[in-house]
């Protein structure tokens, strides 16, 4: 500003002070955190009812990803997710590990479920292997009712913390015992457990299914099987590992939605004491861990209708805290990869994902199975595919793995999208928090994942029925 005088400059000065003066007080006015209007009263209120929900590997870029998506698919979307208009902040999801500073899914769930911080693997177990209290053992101590509503395996890492202890989250057989001998006050920790995993509850040595049933539980397998249930509590586990991705899904299998409708219509007759529900969209990790784009915007979708419907009960009820949030990204997925040109523009394009009828992992097994390259391509693809895509696929299938042959159409999906993916494994950034309902002020800003066990722990316990 050398041609201005000093005269000038101290005028400048001045307005530019004014104007960021006023920018202040308007702003600290709107936002103040001491006004005492009556959103304000309801957002400290205790509420009677805890969803917790996690979409596990759902970093910001697939969120983006997904919004782009959701507005290609219904071109009148507003191009925002359900959660969206509900963002209080970050966490942090870094493990307390002597080798990892990066989370798995384990540590990042002990920190949320217990708020302490414990090794990668381990299962609401801090160093010297002693079981951490979880706000679930909390709930049923203030006589909640609770329910884990998941599209892994129910054993999986997350449900796995909030209801369990284990050294390692790969002692899935034992964690299954777990939830059928762990209890509090003579009760099962967990009224409701809805997902997949039957393998690690229907086995040889041992059949919890049937001392569930004993227990009282309904015994659910199929979807259809939510019209007959009676009890109130329910074990239902639908296929014997974690669930196919939603579009790949047998008719049998409900999706997240149904499941969440089907634990909420229960949890909420005869609701006395008010309930913890943990929602988990599970296999957004898994298409992360596979690199498989289709498979995560898939995902992304189940998990989108079912929190829909927890915030659709949390509106009606009032009473209801929701919080949602992630645990760690996986793959290291971006949105826009591979020096977008003048001629592809500059872009991350969905339309080549909703083109896809079923997933990559879904078409490679057709093809290891014997199916040929070109049937299968073209029953499942609605775009018309290049030569060198369709030989690199036949490449790809001469190894006879479908693990080689999924890479190779994913990269179809890939190239044609612009996604990126650095890794098969997680990566260690933060993760957004949202939060709707009575308490929701205290999960605010930027906060370690710990503090979510925390502030669970502090609304439980307030509870007038809570007895520990
Ligand atoms: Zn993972």
Same mark, same amino acid.
């Given at each position: 500003m050398g041609y201005l005088n000093r005269k000038n400059r101290i005028l400048l000065f001045t307005i530019i002070l004014t104007a960021l003066m006023l920018a202040v007080m308007l702003t600290s006015h709107y936002v103040s955190p001491t006004s005492t209007n009556a959103a304000d009263k309801k957002q400290t209120k205790t509420p009677k009812n805890i969803i917790f929900i996690v979409g596990d590997g759902m970093g910001m870029p697939m969120i983006k990803a997904y919004r782009t998506f959701k507005q290609e698919k219904h071109s /009148?979307? *507003?191009?925002?997710? %359900?959660? @969206?208009?509900y963002l209080v902040g970050m966490q942090t999801t870094h493990p307390d590990d002597p080798r990892d500073n990066i989370t798995d899914s384990a540590a990042a769930a002990t920190a949320m479920a217990t708020g302490k911080k414990t090794y =990668? =693997?381990?299962?609401? %177990? =801090?160093h010297e292997k002693e079981p951490l209290r979880s706000v679930v053992e909390a709930a049923k101590e203030a006589r909640m009712k609770t329910a884990f509503v998941v599209s892994s395996d129910i054993t999986d890492a997350t449900p796995a913390a909030f209801g369990t202890h284990n %050294? /390692?989250? *790969?002692?899935k057989e034992q964690i299954a015992d777990h939830f059928f001998d762990e209890k509090i006050n003579g009760e099962h920790k967990v009224d409701i457990l809805l997902g997949g995993g039957m393998q690690y509850f229907d086995r040889k040595d041992r059949n919890l299914v049937q001392e569930f049933k004993k227990s009282g539980y309904s015994i659910l397998r /199929? *979807?259809? @099987?939510f019209k007959s249930q009676s009890s109130k509590q329910m074990l239902g586990l639908f296929q014997e590992d974690e669930l196919d991705r939603a579009i790949d899904r047998p008719k049998h299998v409900p999706t997240l939605k149904d499941m969440t409708q089907a634990a909420l219509t229960q949890l909420n +007759? @005869? =609701? +006395?004491h008010g309930f913890f529900m943990l929602l988990e969209g599970s296999t957004i990790d898994s298409a992360g861990h596979e690199n498989d784009v289709v498979g995560a915007m898939s995902e992304m979708e189940d998990f989108e209708k079912a929190v829909q419907a927890a915030l659709q009960f949390a509106k009606k009820d009032q009473e209801t805290l929701v919080v949602i949030t992630a645990d760690h990204s996986t793959g290291g997925f971006s949105f826009g990869a591979d020096g977008m040109t003048s001629e592809t523009g500059y872009k991350w394009d969905p339309a080549p994902i909703l083109a896809a009828k079923k997933t990559p992992v879904y078409m490679a097994k057709k093809i290891a199975d014997g199916q040929s390259v070109n049937e299968v391509l073209h029953t499942n693809i609605d775009f018309s595919l290049t030569t060198e895509e369709i030989s690199q696929v036949e490449k790809a299938a001469q190894s006879g793995h479908a693990s080689t042959i999924q890479l190779s159409i994913q990269r179809i999906f890939d190239q044609r999208s612009f996604s990126g993916w650095t890794t098969f494994a997680h990566t260690g950034e933060d993760v957004p928090v949202y939060a709707y309902g009575p308490g929701k002020a205290a999960f605010q800003g930027w906060i370690d994942n710990t503090k979510q066990g925390k502030n669970l722990f502090q609304i439980i316990e307030s509870s007038s029925t809570y007895r520990p």
């Amino acid at each position: 500003m050398g041609y201005l005088n000093r005269k000038n400059r101290i005028l400048l000065f001045t307005i530019i002070l004014t104007a960021l003066m006023l920018a202040v007080m308007l702003t600290s006015h709107y936002v103040s955190p001491t006004s005492t209007n009556a959103a304000d009263k309801k957002q400290t209120k205790t509420p009677k009812n805890i969803i917790f929900i996690v979409g596990d590997g759902m970093g910001m870029p697939m969120i983006k990803a997904y919004r782009t998506f959701k507005q290609e698919k219904h071109s /009148s979307a *507003k191009g925002q997710t %359900v959660w @969206d208009p509900y963002l209080v902040g970050m966490q942090t999801t870094h493990p307390d590990d002597p080798r990892d500073n990066i989370t798995d899914s384990a540590a990042a769930a002990t920190a949320m479920a217990t708020g302490k911080k414990t090794y =990668n =693997n381990a299962i609401a %177990v =801090n160093h010297e292997k002693e079981p951490l209290r979880s706000v679930v053992e909390a709930a049923k101590e203030a006589r909640m009712k609770t329910a884990f509503v998941v599209s892994s395996d129910i054993t999986d890492a997350t449900p796995a913390a909030f209801g369990t202890h284990n %050294v /390692s989250r *790969k002692n899935k057989e034992q964690i299954a015992d777990h939830f059928f001998d762990e209890k509090i006050n003579g009760e099962h920790k967990v009224d409701i457990l809805l997902g997949g995993g039957m393998q690690y509850f229907d086995r040889k040595d041992r059949n919890l299914v049937q001392e569930f049933k004993k227990s009282g539980y309904s015994i659910l397998r /199929s *979807k259809d @099987d939510f019209k007959s249930q009676s009890s109130k509590q329910m074990l239902g586990l639908f296929q014997e590992d974690e669930l196919d991705r939603a579009i790949d899904r047998p008719k049998h299998v409900p999706t997240l939605k149904d499941m969440t409708q089907a634990a909420l219509t229960q949890l909420n +007759q @005869d =609701n +006395q004491h008010g309930f913890f529900m943990l929602l988990e969209g599970s296999t957004i990790d898994s298409a992360g861990h596979e690199n498989d784009v289709v498979g995560a915007m898939s995902e992304m979708e189940d998990f989108e209708k079912a929190v829909q419907a927890a915030l659709q009960f949390a509106k009606k009820d009032q009473e209801t805290l929701v919080v949602i949030t992630a645990d760690h990204s996986t793959g290291g997925f971006s949105f826009g990869a591979d020096g977008m040109t003048s001629e592809t523009g500059y872009k991350w394009d969905p339309a080549p994902i909703l083109a896809a009828k079923k997933t990559p992992v879904y078409m490679a097994k057709k093809i290891a199975d014997g199916q040929s390259v070109n049937e299968v391509l073209h029953t499942n693809i609605d775009f018309s595919l290049t030569t060198e895509e369709i030989s690199q696929v036949e490449k790809a299938a001469q190894s006879g793995h479908a693990s080689t042959i999924q890479l190779s159409i994913q990269r179809i999906f890939d190239q044609r999208s612009f996604s990126g993916w650095t890794t098969f494994a997680h990566t260690g950034e933060d993760v957004p928090v949202y939060a709707y309902g009575p308490g929701k002020a205290a999960f605010q800003g930027w906060i370690d994942n710990t503090k979510q066990g925390k502030n669970l722990f502090q609304i439980i316990e307030s509870s007038s029925t809570y007895r520990p």
